[in-house]
């Protein structure tokens, strides 16, 4: 039901469906996502993941906004919903990934898993909550927002030492998460730091497509190989994909800052290494997802 609630909406474009309606099955798909989840969460009493249920909701308004700008309901603009729901998807990732990253490396190479700090917590995601709420104000944003893309960068960074990255170069399936991850603060500094919106806008990719497309690539191929019951890190060989999706994420970022003249060149490999990325992916880990857990269990 799920898969068919995202799948609708997409073929409704294609026809004269009215938008009111392909944004409320929209808004029904994210509903049931929040629902499973908040679910869960509530069932096992898992306190410190109860706020995975306003944010789906968040999403679910801005969806419906982004929506009725097309109409001119709203006072902003459709450029300001989708900047803020890729700063919704930056604190999701940041808070996550504190959790996920440093307990699967420690796991893995068999040291003491590093604790996180309070302040340093706040300084990572309290500017960018911030930075979602000031994409609807402009002008405000403008003045405020690279002061903390650069405290909430900073932040990663040290955080990110603390995690142990560099130890973690034999193991595709940790390193790819740090890779990935790295991509946030990067992607904030450069953008903090830029007095320039091209360069500003252009970085905005070092995310999307490295922190976001990467970290997942990175943590569903992990999810399937555990999830149908494998060793973990006996699976098929996937740093090619993940070095792949980095690539294409330095490329249609930084490859474009330094050489505009080559945007649309650089676009379209980015778009190959992508496909590539994701493409691999599929071809190694459906077969195990369309089959049963290979150690019997339910699932």
Known sequence: ????????????????APLWLISSIEALFMLAIAYEVGFRVIKTKGVRNFFFIPLFLVAIAANFASYATIKGMPPFTSAAVWESMLWWFTLLISVMGARVIPFFT???????????????????????????????FPITSAEISPYLMVIAGSAQLIRMISWKGYKTLSEPLVWSLHAGYLCIPLSLLIRGFA??????????????????????????ARVTMGHTGREIYKGPVMWPAFSAII????????????FPEYMMN??????????????????????????????????
Do not use: Y
Request: hydrophobic fraction near 65%; charged fraction near 10%; proline fraction near 4%.
């Open 266 to 299: 650089m676009i379209n490999i980015a778009a190959v290494l992508w496909a590539f990325a994701f493409g691999l992916f599929v071809w190694h880990f459906a077969p195990m997802l369309c089959k049963k857990r290979v150690d019997g269990h339910p699932g």
């Open 106 to 136: 420690a796991r893995r190479f068999q040291f003491e898993k590093a604790q996180p700090m309070m302040w340093l917590e706040a300084l990572c995601n309290i500017p960018l909550a911030m930075l979602f709420i000031l994409s609807f």
């Open 247 to 258: 690539l294409a994420a330095v490329i249609r970022s930084v490859g474009v800052i330094l």
């Open 195 to 220: 007095n320039n919106s091209f360069i500003s806008h252009t970085a905005i990719h070092l995310f999307a497509i490295g922190a976001l497309g990467g970290v997942i690539l990175a943590m569903i």
């Open 1 to 16: 039901m799920i898969v068919l609630l995202w799948l609708l909406p997409r073929v409704l474009f294609w026809t004269s």
